[in-house]
């Protein structure tokens, strides 16, 4: 298995990025996937998470309103768009795939995703 993310950056605050997870190594249109990111000093939080057919999105509260996850299984993509950003956005932003397959809801726990991509990084600033 292995996640590849990209399309992290330096943004201004209020400015947009859209991540991209390549997945390879498994079905991926069999396991839903998951977005989290681990700001330096703090745990790794979730942030979104997706069903493996794409019809169940899950979002972090805090977060709702700003983010959109989607995928793409033809491509074994996943999404992240995030929107006005804020510098306590900046972090390491993880894919994460799901450990059971078929699953109709996504957890929020880490425990529940049994690989990991090395992250990009997300930087908000002016």
């Known amino acids: 298995v292995l996640l590849v993310e990209s399309g992290g950056g330096l943004v201004q605050p209020g400015g947009s990025l859209r991540l991209s997870c390549a997945a390879s190594?498994?079905?991926?249109?069999?396991?839903?996937m998951g977005w989290f990111r681990q700001a330096p000093g703090k745990e790794r939080e979730f942030v979104a998470a997706?069903?493996?057919?794409?019809?169940?999105?899950y979002l972090a509260e805090s977060l709702k309103g700003r983010l959109i996850i989607s995928r793409d299984n033809a491509k074994n993509t996943v999404y992240l768009e995030m929107n006005s950003l804020k510098p306590e956005d900046t972090a390491l932003y993880y894919c994460?795939?799901?450990?059971?397959?078929?699953?109709?809801?996504?957890?929020?726990?880490?425990?529940?995703?049994?690989?990991w991509g090395q992250g990009t990084q997300v930087t908000v600033s002016s």
């Open positions: 190594g498994f079905t991926f249109s069999n396991y839903g």
């Open positions: 994460a795939k799901g450990e059971a397959a078929y699953r109709r809801y996504m957890s929020r726990s880490k425990k529940d995703y049994d690989y």
């Open positions: 997706i069903t493996w057919s794409g019809t169940g999105t």
